[in-house]
């Protein structure tokens, strides 16, 4: 899972941080691939990038790059937007949450 292998890198300090948010990212996404406890294989495909990319935080369609149900990552979000959408994913059954426990349905 790159989320988990990212928080676990970060917090052992093993990610640098350079300029530029985009940069960065792709940075710490190699770090990921070069660990060899974390995903030994990862493709990244822009094709059809802003079918699953929001630069936008909202489901607002009026707004340019905006979230859908088909969103998987989403730029520039605050903790609390996180919490929210995570709140809505349980919410709407694609996680079941017991305890400390997260489990898929």
Known sequence: DVVHGLATLSREGKLPVISGDDPCFGVHLR???DDPRMIPRMTLDDRDSYRVFAMEPSCNPGLWSHVTPRSWVIHHVS???VQCM????VEAGLYQVSGSTVELP
């Open 79 to 81: 903790p609390e937007q």
């Open 86 to 89: 995570w709140d809505a994913d």
């Open 31 to 33: 770090y990921l691939r």
